[in-house]
């Protein structure tokens, strides 16, 4: 059932990819990997990244913390961080 194709769909400057195109495309990080780079999504990869667990602690920690407003888990962080200094 082959159907001739809408020439309304039809876009000259663009046309479908042959096997061949396919094989030689690359991707476009090594094309133009400074407008990859420019268009990253998301946060910035730190080089000392933090690492997730499961931690429990009291309800009243986390209410006080949470209370702070947002920020939160950084400061318990911070506290954490100042407590592991002054005892080493």
Known sequence: MNKKPDPEMIDEENPEWTEEMIQQA???????????EA?????????DKKRQLTLRLSPEVVDYFKSTGPGWQTRIDEALREYV???R
């Open 26 to 36: 690359r991707p476009a990080s090594e094309v133009v990997p400074k407008v990859v």
């Open 85 to 87: 200094e002054s005892h």
């Open 39 to 47: 268009h990253r999504r998301g946060r910035p990869i730190k080089e």
